[in-house]
């Protein structure tokens, strides 16, 4: 177990490190800041020169890489870190100078027991890619296929699994504040960070992912997965085909190409949707970098690292949502919510479709260049504090993702109408899931489910309460506390010491490992 005092100088660091950046300008100027993480914010800025304007993502590339990935997990709540923090830390690229080929070659080896040869007829020591977690070569595999091949850093699990010890300490003791902290639950948001960040260091699992996107994709045309060389894939080699094709950021390449622009756009939309939606399983790092075209139109994705789940009546939920906002119909909007218990019973379903409609109606019938889906969920951001509505960890990712193909279709086509690409979509899936006829097929299965478990309940009741015989039962036994017990308990001076130290560093546990 890591010592609080580890904690505390790490903590230290990075709290230098952001007031450094100015970082540390936004916490501490926050209304709704806590008053002693805000005095503690005065302290760990103290003698540090602050830029005028703050470079959040300076700062989190400076401390470190699972800073970086933290940074790119906070860009998408402008309700935790506030509106600039979030558009600044939008920017962070996850970029790093390349690990040395020679180690790389030595982790292949060591991973695999056999020497790089007997894998890959060819192998460019000059990486395609480097970031915060792996980086990734060009290879020609000895049956002559290309390649693309991910390794991990050497060291990185061991790095990551240290700070985010850390990030877990700080957050317990920022939401023990309280209040506002509270509401916006930053152990559940680190307890997330770290579920992303644990599959993201497993290869296994990201070959998996893709694998199992592959399958989900595999009647959508014009989309592609590529597919997963498990001969040479491990814990931390990853060995899937290359993709040959034109980033979907360079639009000067895909009109060169000849290729349709809008027609790319509404692809993604509807190929993002058909994830989320129909799917709940969607690729959740859909940046223009992780994105290409194929010289046959075909949008091809990589890195799978980061995936979302949503089970199927949270996408009844979302599907619903999204209608309502695209038709106008906010009561409704507001009574999923309130289902869906989001927001607590003791506030209003009118007041609450109010607020909705404030936040929705600017958006209808306009193209993105006006308004964004980005812009809607910023002011959905605004009224969750008026009603008291908790973090909704699971929607963490979905929003993030939003955000991200809306920004790439838009650079697609400035005029797409992101409410009409995707209202005929979300209407058929709500008829084709929601209507008479599948509400009738969901009742009869879950009703038949629900019998075939009657035989395996009963049995589980007879284990609980067994035929009374045979050996009479124990009597309950006074509990008795031991001697080394009472040696081993702490003092009230322990104590107190204790509550000092956590009350000393609450606040830069706010500063580093939640902003």
């Known amino acids: 177990m890591t010592l609080p005092a580890t904690h505390i100088r790490r903590l230290l660091g990075w709290g230098r490190t952001l007031a450094r950046h100015g970082a540390l300008r936004g916490i501490e100027n926050d209304p709704n800041t806590p008053s002693p993480v805000r005095t503690l914010c005065r302290v760990a800025r103290f003698g540090a020169r602050q830029p005028g304007t703050p470079d959040y993502a300076g700062a989190f590339r400076a401390i470190g890489p699972a800073a970086i990935k933290l940074g790119q997990t906070l860009a998408t709540r402008p309700d935790l870190v506030g509106e600039e923090a979030a558009n600044n830390l939008l920017a962070l690229q996850d970029n790093l100078p390349p690990v040395d080929f020679a180690l790389i070659r030595a982790e292949i080896e060591r991973t695999f027991e056999r020497p790089l040869e007997a894998l890959f007829a060819s192998f460019d020591p000059e990486p395609v890619g480097a970031a915060s977690i792996a980086q990734v070569h060009r290879a020609v595999t000895t049956d002559g296929r290309k ?39 930053p152990r559940l948001v680190i307890a997330n960070f770290k579920r992303w960040t644990v599959r993201e260091l497993d290869l296994r699992r990201e070959a998996a992912s893709a694998s199992e996107l592959a399958e989900l994709m595999k009647a959508y045309a014009g989309y592609r997965v590529p597919t997963i060389d498990w001969d040479r894939t491990n814990g931390r080699v990853m060995t899937l085909d290359w993709i040959d094709g034109i980033k979907i950021s360079d639009t000067a390449a895909l009109d060169a190409a000849g290729h349709d622009r809008k027609s790319l756009a509404g692809r993604l939309v509807l190929a993002f949707l058909t994830q989320a939606i129909s799917g709940g399983y969607f690729h959740a790092d859909m940046h223009q970098g992780n994105l290409f075209v194929e010289p046959d139109g075909t949008i091809a994705a990589i890195d799978f690292g980061i995936m979302g789940r949503i089970d199927r009546q949270a996408r009844q939920w979302l599907a619903e949502i999204l209608y309502g906002l695209t038709t106008g119909n906010y009561r409704r909007v507001a009574e999923i919510h309130f289902e869906a218990q989001y927001v607590p019973s003791y506030h209003l379903v009118d007041e609450f479709a109010t607020a909705l409609r404030a936040v929705g109606e600017p958006m209808r019938g306009k193209p993105v260049s006006e308004l964004s889906v980005g812009q809607m969920l910023d002011g959905l951001f605004a009224i969750t504090r008026d009603f008291d ?26 005029e797409i109408n992101m409410w009409d690409v995707s209202a005929p979509f979300v209407r058929n899936w709500i008829r084709d899931e929601l209507g008479p006829e599948a509400a009738i097929a969901e009742r009869i299965r879950t009703d038949t489910e629900t019998l075939l478990r009657i035989p395996d309940l009963v049995r589980r009741i007879e284990e609980r309460f067994p035929p009374k015989g045979g050996a009479p039962e124990a009597p309950p036994l006074p509990p008795i506390e031991l001697m080394w017990d009472r040696r081993r308990a702490p003092r009230w001076s322990g104590y107190v010491f204790s509550a000092l130290a956590g009350a000393a560093v609450v606040a830069l546990g706010f500063v580093s490992g939640w902003l």
């Open 389 to 414: 509505m908790q973090t909704q960890p699971h929607l963490l990712l979905l929003q993030k993702t939003m955000v991200m193909v809306e920004g790439i279709a838009t650079q697609l086509d400035p």
């Open 147 to 185: 390649v693309a091949v991910k390794v991990l850093r050497p060291g990185v699990k061991e790095k990551f699994a240290r700070d985010i010890d850390t990030y877990e300490w700080a957050a317990a003791h920022l939401e023990a504040l309280g209040g506002e902290a509270s509401r916006l639950r």
